[in-house]
T-cell receptor, first 114, second 109 residues
Framework: DVKVTQSSRYLVKRTGEKVFLECVQD?????MFWYRQDPGLGLRLIYF???????EKGDIPEGYSVSREKKERFSLILESASTNQTSMYLC?????????????FGPGTRLTVL | QKEVEQDPGPLSVPEGAIVSLNCTYS??????FMWYRQYSRKGPELLMY????GNKEDGRFTAQVDKSSKYISLFIRDSQPSDSATYLC?????????FGTGTSLTVIP
């Protein structure tokens, strides 16, 4: 079974803090993704990575950055957290070309910025 | 127009009912179709995966794709309270994933 883990289930931070969200997958997947999920807006792609040290902006990259130094780990960084970044953050991984070519999601991190 | 449209609900049904969840999509080139189930405060988990028109069955769940109408459906037979969750449709074409916003389902005992 694919396993995607995220470092925290719940996180509370203050405005202006630097926030690190970590994601690790154990299936040697090439692609990794960061989404945020908000009521009524669904999943919105922040950044994705096709492979180690590669990154691409998604639909809403502003205020975020990412790091992928190792294949299994994809980090999302909020340089200066703001209240409008309060959300559920979901990490996903994918191995293109598999018979079931899909994304596998982690459990999510619910971030509250005060 | 969004690439994938999904009625957000909420949908509330009695236990044992047949549930129909639906999505429409805009691009006839879309290739692969998925349904995810997401329990409250958890990540989405893959429920059904298909790439052709027609029906695919897995236990109480049936995924249906109608490429001519650009319409996908998930049917749940004999619904159970444990089916209460948000259901997201998703479509893959090339390397691009498109997700619906999700339909919230509650099955009342």
């Amino acid at each position: 079974d694919v396993k995607v883990t995220q470092s925290s289930r719940y996180l509370v931070k203050r405005t202006g803090e630097k926030v690190f969200l970590e994601c690790v997958q154990d299936m040697d997947h090439e692609n990794m993704f960061w989404y945020r999920q908000d009521p009524g807006l669904g999943l919105r792609l922040i950044y994705f990575s096709y492979d180690v040290k590669m990154k691409e902006k998604g639909d809403i990259p502003e205020g975020y950055s990412v790091s992928r130094e190792k294949k299994e780990r994809f980090s999302l960084i909020l340089e200066s957290a703001s209240t409008n970044q309060t959300s559920m953050y979901l990490c996903a991984s994918r191995s293109p070309g598999q018979i079931t070519d899909t994304q596998y999601f982690g459990p999510g991190t619910r971030l509250t910025v005060l | 127009q969004k690439e994938v449209e999904q009625d957000p609900g909420p949908l509330s049904v009695p236990e044992g009912a047949i549930v129909s969840l639906n999505c429409t999509y805009s691009n006839s080139a879309f290739q692969y179709f998925m349904w995810y189930r997401q329990y409250s405060r958890k990540g989405p988990e893959l429920l059904m995966y298909t790439y052709s028109s027609g029906n695919k069955e897995d236990g109480r769940f049936t995924a249906q794709v109608d490429k001519s109408s650009k319409y996908i459906s998930l049917f749940i037979r004999d619904s159970q309270p444990s089916d209460s969750a948000t259901y997201l449709c998703a479509i893959l074409t090339g390397n691009q994933f498109y997700f619906g916003t999700g339909t919230s389902l509650t099955v009342i005992p």
